[in-house]
């Protein structure tokens, strides 16, 4: 079986964007493929944080995933500070990769614009590495995200070709290893929509954890009166009727991409109601069928959310026996990368 790994920072919460661009995709694809979804605990320390939060905030962001229908007897799901592999690997890869590379990373760039340089953590240029370890221990063929996050895919790739390059092949094989590449080089799986959802206060940026206002995105677990009331108010445009494709209207293309695959219709369901029963849909009318879909669709996430999480030793033990199995693969990964890197075996 092909292998998958994907993982979500628990930092604020869960919303829109990391849901359609990422989590709904990953219970489509542990039918058919070898699945690991993860909590980036360690990612989520590169920005100033509070402490009391974060063990909580990874407890909520497993019981989400699971909520959001990850199956435990398909999927294994994991807390990433759990299996030590992956912070040690990152040391390995940090020797090996060019600072060049990382000071190009737009995401870096953008938060640390925003943090200042005082509050900027050597982590927050580090933490591609991280991602790559992440990946890499795990020989995955796919990684499925959203848009944001393919250059640190490419990043990922290129890093795994030059330890192929430098440590594999014959060099470890008289190293007493196996030969052939350390790596396998994985794949960014990017959905062809919803692989970047835009904030609902400005169309032209995307959906994020960090906004500072609430407003700008839905979170899964907002209550539905909340929900109802950011539909209400979130940016509209003052062209008539609602039209897919037009590049002068963000929002309109936004809404009706979340729309689209929050209720499941194709463009061609959508453009035939519009002409049959609405040739004017207008704003008003289409906000109040999208707060609709939006709350249905978020109505049994966040049922089966209070279960598992008010069943704190359910969560533990699905968290173990994730760490366990992600474990024994990672491991086996990273003594390989001791040996063709040359350090003396333990
Ligand atoms: P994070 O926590 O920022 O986001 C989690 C996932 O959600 C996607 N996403 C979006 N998709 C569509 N529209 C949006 N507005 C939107 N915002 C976020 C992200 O692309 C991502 O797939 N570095 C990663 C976490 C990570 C990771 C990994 C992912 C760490 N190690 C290994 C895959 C494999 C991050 O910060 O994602």
Redesign the pocket.
Same mark, same amino acid.
């Not at 790994?5 to 920072?9: I, P, R």
């Not at 919803?194 to 959802?197: D, E, F, I, L, P």
């Given at each position: 079986k092909k292998r998958i790994?994907? &993982?979500? !920072?628990p930092t604020g919460s869960i919303h829109l964007?990391?849901y359609? &661009?990422?989590i709904r995709n990953w219970i489509l694809l542990q039918n058919t493929y070898d699945t690991f979804f993860f909590i980036?605990d360690l %990612?989520a320390i590169t920005l100033p944080y509070d402490a009391q939060q974060l063990s909580k905030a990874t407890r909520d962001t497993a019981a989400l995933y699971l909520a959001c229908g990850v199956d435990t007897s398909k999927a294994s799901v994991f807390v990433q500070s759990h299996v030590r592999a992956h912070a040690e690997l990152m040391w390995l890869l940090s020797s090996v990769t060019p600072v060049g590379w990382l000071n190009r990373m737009i995401q870096f760039k953008e938060k640390s614009r925003k943090a200042g340089d005082e509050n900027v953590g050597v982590g927050l240029l580090t933490y591609p590495v991280l991602?790559a370890s992440?990946?890499l221990l795990y020989q995955s063929d796919f990684?499925p995200? /959203?848009?944001? !996050?393919k250059q %640190?895919l490419e990043l990922t790739r290129e890093l795994a070709e030059r330890v192929n390059h430098l440590f594999g092949g014959r060099k470890w094989k008289k190293l007493g290893g196996r030969g052939g590449s350390v790596f396998k080089v994985p794949e960014p799986l990017i959905p062809p929509v /919803?692989?970047?959802?835009m904030s609902l206060t400005d169309g032209l940026s995307?959906?994020?954890k960090s906004a500072p206002s609430d407003q700008s995105r839905i979170n899964l677990l907002d209550p539905k009166d909340v929900i109802a009331n950011k539909i209400k108010r979130c940016k509209t445009d003052s062209f008539p009727g609602m039209e897919f494709d037009n590049p002068e209207r963000p929002e309109c293309n936004n809404l009706l991409s979340i729309y689209q695959l929050i209720s499941g219709k194709t463009k061609e369901d959508f453009a035939y109601r519009m002409k049959m029963t609405d040739r004017d849909m207008n704003w008003g009318t289409f906000k109040s069928l999208l707060a609709d879909a939006l709350i249905d669709h978020l109505q049994p996430i966040q049922v089966r959310y209070e279960e598992i999480i008010s069943d704190s030793a359910y969560l533990d033990g699905i968290l173990a026996e994730g760490a366990m199995k992600a474990a024994g693969i990672a491991d086996a990964t990273l003594n390989n990368v001791y040996q063709a890197m040359g350090f003396l075996q333990r």
């Open positions: 790994v994907s &993982g979500v !920072q964007g990391n359609l &661009g990422a980036v %990612h991602m992440d990946i990684v995200v /959203g848009e944001d !996050q %640190h /919803g692989a970047r959802v995307k959906m994020s």
